[in-house]
C-alpha cells in the first residue's frame, strides 16, 4: 500500500506562486507513475500534470503548460508541482496520484490518491 500527503496549499495572489509537494509512504514509488489531479468546486476532476518513474517524461494539461512544472525525487518519496503565474481558475483541491502506468495518470486516474490540498488564487 502506498499513503500519499499533499502539502504547500494555501491562499496567493493572482500571478503568485506556490509549490505543492506529495510525500509518498508505505513503499518506495520509484517506479510509479505520479501526477496531480484537481477539483474545483462544483466541477469535475481535472487533470493537471504526469511525470513517469525516471522523471524522464512529463505531460500537462493544455490550461498549466508553460505555467505548472512537474518533477519528483526518488531518492526522497516525494513528488513536486510548482506553479507560477497562477490564475483564479486555478482554484482547486489538488490531489497527488500514483500509478504503475503513465498512461493512467496522464488520463487523470491512479491506483493511490492523496487527501487533497487546497489551493485559492484570489483576484
Known amino acids: 500500500q502506498v499513503q500519499l500527503v499533499e502539502s504547500g496549499g494555501g491562499l496567493v495572489q493572482t500571478g503568485g506562486s506556490l509549490r505543492l509537494s506529495c510525500a509518498a509512504s508505505g513503499r518506495t514509488v520509484s517506479r510509479d507513475a505520479m501526477g496531480w489531479i484537481r477539483q474545483a468546486p462544483g466541477k469535475e476532476r481535472e487533470f493537471v500534470a504526469a511525470i513517469n518513474w525516471s522523471g524522464g517524461t512529463t505531460y500537462y494539461a493544455d490550461s498549466v503548460k508553460g505555467r505548472f512544472t512537474i518533477s519528483r525525487d526518488n531518492a526522497t518519496n516525494t513528488v513536486y508541482l510548482q506553479m507560477n503565474s497562477l490564475k483564479p481558475e486555478d482554484t482547486a483541491v489538488y490531489y497527488c496520484?500514483?500509478?504503475?502506468?503513465?498512461?493512467?495518470?496522464?488520463?487523470?486516474?491512479?491506483?493511490?490518491w492523496g487527501q487533497g490540498t487546497q489551493v485559492t488564487v484570489s483576484s
Open positions: 496520484v500514483a500509478d504503475a502506468s503513465f498512461f493512467t495518470v496522464a488520463t487523470g486516474a491512479g491506483d493511490y
